[in-house]
């Protein structure tokens, strides 16, 4: 759920003992856990639907040019502002005449990469920082994450605000931005996945028959670890589709006439008061699916991922 | 208790001390020098060295920092760069504005969320309980701005019911009455998420509380449903529900940067959007400081009523 990131840091991950992946396996396994895990995620009708409707999204915007035949910048100023259903345009025209299905289609490239980028890039870089921090315990470590805290007593979407106030807008600015205001929350999460499955027994018993620690720590450990932040890094993605847009909106994000559903949000404000709403409407609710599908995703996997509910 | 107050008040001063120094930082975050990059490529050398002088930037960076930060604990937070007037004369009643707003926000949060939650896990599984988490999952997941957007088109433009914008009226400025017109619509809209946030918890919470064997109990010792859940039930959900909604105020206080621009309601974020488009930069620092003061003393608060409800936690938190 998107907005429990702020509120759900500790509790994304203290979730449940998740099958470990990289774990010795024992002979009385039948099965490898993964393909449980997969199973219970076909389960979850909610979740195989919202993975369908994101893939549908990005392929959408992938093959956006082969979708439709208008451009999404130039306009065509006769018919602007039309409504849902007009000929040729089925979703309307915005204030300036321009195509709003075509910029919903090129619009998916900046708003999906703005938010999911940063995603990807920040997550090797918290899963070191989790791991260094969580299993060796080493004063520099525990400084690190101690200085990160501080971070959390800015509201998210507020640090997100500031970076690409000051860093100015811009795709790859804002991408920065959110990439800074994601450390502190996934290199949380990392940490305190690794401190639990530090503490378990087969790290324990490793650790007394004198296992190399790094090799026990990115072989043994890291698996576990990574599981657990990519559950969380599902739900931030849902989130990030909500900020990215709304830095959009702010005119910090993606500069327009950049199609970007934020920005296609923030041009119909302006002609929401004359009492036309399909323009403001529509990015929105896109806006809206997207991020509920990867939050649905990732309660489909963290449910999967838990050995209780699982049945084979 | 006492010692725990003074060891979480003493590490709120550590972490606001973080906080201003961050919030120092941001300016040295802008690209290039900040002078130019504020006054426009267009300026002369005279009037970027006289800004440079002025935001102190020819002096080594801890000497600016620990300027900056006195100055702070002076209430002077710098001048504005396009109004010629101090940051706090700009903010401070700004700020009030911005507190009325999450005020009003956080109470519509509580009053609904809270009994949501507990009703909805006491008929678990029933019609309510699945709809009421059905639509606080989606709540969770709307973008504030647009759900601010639908409200106008509905309410304001529509129906014609509520004003579009601002806080009173400006022709007719009226009192309270007035004031109440203009909040309900940002309040909802600001409220919408953490409401889904704080009911899903508290729904959770309360499930796990209902399992527990004090409770059946408590049932089978003939006590009233309504004593069981609101008095005994929810008087142990609490100290975790107090704990998420301190955390989601976080949510709720970046709403209200998106709620303020969209309702023209004249508080910081509106401010900060304005002055984000002028780069007004001493004054986005200002409107990121108080927001993340209010914040982390609204945490404090939070905690400190944790540790008055759960004596547990009294022994818990190791100083």
Redesign the interface.
């Known amino acids: 759920m998107s907005a429990t990131v702020e509120a759900g840091v500790d509790r994304s991950v203290a979730g449940t003992p998740v099958p470990s992946a990289g774990a010795p396996s024992g002979v009385d396994a039948p099965k490898p856990p993964w393909r449980l895990a997969v199973r219970a995620f076909s389960r979850d009708k909610w979740a195989v639907v919202s993975l369908i409707v994101l893939v549908l999204v990005a392929l959408a915007a992938i093959f956006a040019p082969l979708l439709t035949p208008y451009s999404p910048v130039a306009g065509d100023p006769v018919n602007r502002l039309a409504g849902i259903g007009t000929d040729g345009h089925l979703l309307g025209l915005d204030g300036q005449g321009r195509d709003i299905w075509t910029r919903l289609l090129y619009g998916g490239r900046n708003s999906l990469t703005v938010a999911v980028v940063p995603v990807l890039v920040v997550f090797p870089l918290a899963l070191l920082i989790g791991l260094f921090a969580g299993f060796q315990r080493s004063r520099a470590g525990e400084t690190l994450m101690r200085v990160l805290d501080v971070l959390f007593a800015f509201p998210l979407v507020l640090l997100a605000i500031a970076l690409s106030a000051v860093l100015g807008a811009g795709l790859g600015n804002v991408m920065l931005a959110i990439g800074i205001t994601l450390v502190p929350y996934m290199a949380r999460v990392a940490y305190t996945a690794t401190v639990q499955e530090s503490s378990k027994d087969y790290v324990e018993a490793a650790r007394a028959y004198g296992a190399n620690p790094l090799l026990l720590m990115f072989r043994e450990l890291m698996p576990n670890v990574v599981v657990q932040l990519l559950v969380y890094a599902t739900t931030l993605c849902g989130l990030m589709i909500v900020v990215a847009s709304g830095l959009s909106f702010l005119g910090v994000g993606v500069i327009p006439p950049t199609p970007d559903w934020g920005i296609m949000t923030a041009d119909g404000k302006n002609v929401l008061l004359e009492g036309i709403y399909h323009v403001a409407t529509i990015p929105g609710l896109l806006i809206l699916v997207v991020s509920l599908a990867f939050n649905l995703i990732g309660d489909g996997v963290r449910d999967a991922l838990d050995p209780r509910k699982q049945t084979s | 208790m006492t010692r725990v107050i003074g060891s979480r008040l003493l590490s709120t001063v550590l972490?606001?001390f973080?906080?201003s120094?961050?919030v120092f930082l941001?300016?040295q975050?802008?690209?290039g020098d900040p002078a130019v990059?504020i006054l426009g490529t267009g300026a002369t050398a005279e009037t970027v060295a006289a800004l440079r002088t002025e935001l102190g930037l020819d002096r080594a960076l801890p000497v600016q920092f620990f300027e900056y930060l006195g100055g702070l604990l002076q209430g002077d937070l710098g001048r504005s760069l396009t109004v010629n007037a101090p940051v706090t004369d700009i903010m401070v009643p700004r700020f009030a504005n911005t507190l009325i707003l999450t005020g009003a926000a956080l109470v519509l949060c509580i009053v609904i969320a809270v009994p949501l939650g507990v009703i909805a896990a006491h008929k678990q599984y029933s019609i309510f309980d699945r709809a009421s988490m059905v639509i606080s999952?989606?709540g969770?997941?709307?973008?504030?701005?647009?759900?601010g957007?639908?409200l106008?088109?509905v309410f304001s433009?529509?129906l014609g019911w509520l004003p579009?914008s601002g806080m009173y009226n400006p022709r007719f400025p009226g009192g309270f009455g007035d004031l109440l017109a203009h909040l309900i619509l940002p309040a909802i809209a600001a409220a919408l998420?953490?409401l889904?946030?704080i009911a899903?918890?508290t729904r959770s919470v309360m499930v796990d509380i209902l399992a527990q064997d004090y409770i059946r109990t408590l049932r089978a010792s003939g006590l009233s449903t309504t004593s069981v859940l609101w008095r005994h039930g929810l008087r142990n959900a609490l100290p975790p529900i107090v704990n998420?909604i301190g955390?989601?105020v976080?949510?709720l206080?970046?709403?209200v940067?998106?709620v303020e621009?969209?309702f023209g309601w004249p508080g910081l974020g509106q401010q900060?959007?304005t002055s984000?488009?002028q780069r007004d930069?001493p004054v986005?620092q200002a409107g990121?400081l108080f927001?993340?003061l209010a914040?982390?003393i609204i945490n404090l608060f939070a905690d400190t009523a944790v540790g008055l409800l759960d004596p547990r936690s009294r022994r818990a938190t190791h100083s």
Do not use: D, H, K, N
Not at chain 2, 140 to 147: D, E, L, N, R
């Open positions: 972490v606001l973080g906080v120094l961050i941001l300016l975050m802008v690209p990059t999952l989606a969770a997941s709307v973008p504030v701005y647009w759900f957007l639908l106008i088109g433009i529509s579009t998420v953490p889904a946030v899903r918890m998420i955390l989601q976080g949510y206080l970046g709403g940067v998106f621009v969209v900060l959007y984000i488009t930069i986005v990121v927001i993340a914040f982390v």
